[in-house]
C-alpha cells in the first residue's frame, strides 16, 4: 500500500523502516525538505515532500508529530487528509506525565475533527526503541498493539500495518476510547521513567475469573 508519513523524527524512522521492508511504498514529509530526504534515504522509502504532497498519498497516513505541532501540521495539509486514513501516534503528554488535553475531547478526537479524516489511534504506547525492534516481538510473541477507531475499513488497514511490524493488532473500541488509551500512556510513561515495571501490576487473565 502507499504509506505517507508527517514528520521525520523517531517515530517516522521506526515504523516507517518496517513498512519499507514490508514492501509498502513509503514516502516521508516534514518542514525541512533536508531532514525529510535524509530520512527517507535512511529507512529507504520512496522518496519525500512537503507536508500537504504527502499528505495528499497515502492509502494510509502516520501522524508523527509532538501533539502540540498536530493542529499546525494538520492545517498545513491544506484538507488532504480528509476522508484518508490517519493513524495518530501522537500523545498530549506534558511535564509530569500529565495530559494536556484533560479538559475537553482527546487527542485524537481533536485530530480527527481538525483533519476529516478517518483517524485510528495506534502505536502511541510504546516508546520508538520498543518499535526499532524487527520484529516488535517478545518472550510472549507479538506485541499487543491497541487500536481505537471508529471505521472499519481504517481499523482493518491499521490492523495489516501492526502485523507488519510483528506485532498482533488489539482492538480497544472506538475513537472515544483513544483518550483512555493516551490517558494510560501517561500513566505507564511516568512509571517507565521512575524505573518500574508495569507489567508486574496485571495480573494474569485468569486470575479474574
Ligand atoms: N519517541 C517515542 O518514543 C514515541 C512513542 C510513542 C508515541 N510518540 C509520539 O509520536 C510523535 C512523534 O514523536 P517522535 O519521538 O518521532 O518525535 P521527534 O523525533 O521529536 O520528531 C518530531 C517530528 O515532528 C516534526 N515537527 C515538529 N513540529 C512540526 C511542525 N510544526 N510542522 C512540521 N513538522 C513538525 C519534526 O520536524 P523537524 O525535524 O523539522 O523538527 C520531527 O520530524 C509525538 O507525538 C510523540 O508523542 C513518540
Known amino acids: 500500500m502507499r504509506i505517507g508519513i508527517l514528520g521525520n523524527g523517531n517515530m517516522a524512522g521506526a ?5 519499507v521492508r514490508a514492501g509498502h511504498r513509503v514516502r516521508v514529509g516534514g518542514r525541512s525538505p533536508e531532514r525529510a530526504a535524509e530520512l527517507a534515504r535512511q529507512i529507504g522509502a520512496e522518496s ?7 499528505a495528499g498519498f497515502g492509502d494510509a497516513t502516520l501522524l508523527a508529530v509532538p501533539y502540540g505541532s498536530a493542529a499546525e501540521v494538520v492545517r498545513e495539509t ?3 487528509l480528509a476522508g484518508r486514513v490517519l493513524i495518530d501516534c501522537t500523545n498530549p503528554v506534558g511535564p509530569g506525565f500529565v495530559l494536556t488535553t484533560a479538559e475537553g475531547p482527546s487527542g485524537a478526537r481533536r485530530i480527527a475533527d481538525a ?21 516488535v516481538a517478545f ?16 481499523l482493518e488497514t491499521v490492523r495489516a500495518l501492526v502485523r507488519d511490524v510483528g506485532g498482533a493488532p488489539l482492538d480497544a473500541g472506538g475513537l472515544d476510547r483513544a483518550g483512555l488509551l ?3 500512556t501517561a500513566f505507564l510513561i511516568g512509571l517507565w521513567v521512575g524505573g518500574h515495571d508495569p507489567r508486574t501490576m496485571l495480573p494474569p487473565t485468569h486470575a479474574m475469573a
Open 15 to 19: 515504523l516507517g523502516a518496517h513498512w
Open 48 to 54: 519525500s515532500g512537503q507536508l500537504n504532497e504527502i
Open 78 to 80: 491544506g484538507g488532504a
Open 115 to 135: 483533519s476529516g479524516a478517518r483517524v485510528v489511534k495506534a502505536f502511541n504506547l510504546c516508546a520508538d526503541s520498543v518499535w526499532r525492534h524487527t520484529p
Open 139 to 154: 518472550a510472549d510473541g507479538p506485541l499487543a498493539v491497541p487500536l481505537c477507531g471508529d471505521d472499519e475499513a481504517a
Open 182 to 184: 493516551e490517558a494510560t
